[in-house]
């Protein structure tokens, strides 16, 4: 198949630019009305452009989701104007997704989500950017959606040998005791 | 005739003006006049026709009509007046300053479809599903001071808020997934491991349940083979080798 | 000067992606630390990039800034799920007053009516309270009335880059009405 799908891909790349959030293929195939084929062909042309370098774009898929964004090596210079924003909320709904990975893990993006009643995929990015978790599996459920566990980083970062070392909750209750004995 | 004149003042009712020069306009047009040479007596006549029909409607800028109208009779009774012509003098047609006020209203009526049409190319927007701005830039600084108690706290405080529905499916002092993930890492370290590597607490019969369903599990996806060299001795743990004999992958 | 300048380009579409409201080009170097040369060689380079078929990106210029969109040609199939529409349209009185005003600034009240044959003040407070014009300077005539003229506002809601691009007459028309003028 020699298309070129000009059209198909510029549409494709408007909706992923009208999108800030992974979108998953099924929903761009919705939203395109175009065929599946279509938009994996298109998907396929957005990668091997993005990657030139003078893209300051890339996409990546993200839980199962697809997303654009601004290529890793460039927010050095966004960050000023971009990153800073909502820190406080950002570190603490990375803390919670992270520790909701960590004891929970493998866990899958639709748990996390029901544990803090918010999307995660923002988190999930970034804790895979960062390198605290990565994809270990698939569960075996309808959809096979994607499930997520710590990395050696993790373990490091935290300095623990393993994840049997994390704290258990009644050890937590102990401290407390201990504190107030 | 009368019956005529009652059919144009009914079509004047349907039309809103925007004032007496949209109004002039209208009659112009409608009685196909040239606007350099308006009769104004015929104009005039329909002017004040439309007036009467429209003190009953709501018009907005009534007075202007009213002057328009006076200015209409004005015109029209200077042109009744003989004109004495004298070679030198620039004979001046009493409609002129009419005249060129209406071009110049007719040139705004132009000029004002193109914005409406400007307008409705703007009248949608495509809009993003959520400002841009806040990417999640990884900073090095938001991780500083988190330690492993900060999980802890984070995660018990987050199950303390669960219903306790959620808390049994979500959360158990040793799962099934908490054996694996401890085996994924193991074997990822240390290339094998055994069975009794899992049991992190030694007597608790969860931890020996779930590590072993957690095994099992593996091998039912196999993630890994086990292999047992003697009769209730320990199990040896190694990931699945996708390899046979012949060295043909196999799925 | 032949240079490419790829990474300076990714940069500044990576900003470009950032922003959702028309950014300046004084922001644009500020941002990117960038020279003035620099971003607009950028800026061409992306414009000849994006008019290529297979993007469903644009680079547009509205009221002095410069943002990224989705190309119009998508808009029917995006409207659905993306679209906002505009229902602060404007009423034919206040679209008269205003073209008078786009068309002819500065001008001050009298002129206004001149034209139009009616009152002015309501419409001119309209516009004021809208922002899509303000007050300019005074006419140097006696009792110094005031001169109006459109804002940037204005521009950003009939998406112009200035006033300079204000739908023209056609030839026809401008024969008929130049005439006299």
Sequence with gaps: ????????????????????????????????????????????????????????????????????APKKEYWDVLRDRYGKKNDAKLSKAALETLSIIAYSQPITRGEIEAIRGVSADTMIRLLLDRGLIKEVGKKNVPGKPIQYGTTKEFLKFFRLESIADLPKLDESDRDRFELNG | MEELNQNAAYRFRLQQFEGPLDLLLFLIKKNEVNIYDIPVAQITEQYLEYLTYATELDLENLTEFHMMAANLLYIKSRMLLPIEIEADDEIEDPRQELVDKLIEYQKLKKLTELMEEKEREAEWVIERKKLQR???????????????????????????????????????????????????????????CNFTDLVVRSGSVMDIVCAFLAILEAVKFRMVSIYQNKMFGDIIIKPYEKVNSDGVAVG
Tied chains: 1, 3.
């Design chain 1, 1 to 68: 198949m020699e298309l070129q799908l000009d059209k198909e891909t510029a549409l494709i790349e408007a909706i992923l630019y009208l999108e800030n959030e992974p979108i998953e293929e099924a929903a761009l195939i919705r939203i395109s009305g175009l065929s599946k084929d279509v938009v994996e062909k298109a998907l396929e042309n957005l990668q091997e452009r993005f990657s030139r370098s003078d893209s300051g774009i890339e996409l990546s898929r993200v839980g199962g989701g697809i997303l654009i």
């Design chain 2, 134 to 192: 806040a990417l999640p830039f990884a900073d090095v600084e938001l991780w500083e001071k988190v330690d492993v108690w900060d999980l802890l706290k984070t995660f018990s405080s987050l199950m303390t808020n669960l219903t306790s529905e959620r808390i049994i499916d979500l959360f158990e002092e040793v799962t099934v997934n908490e054996k694996m993930a401890l085996m994924t890492e193991l074997l990822e370290t240390k290339g094998q």
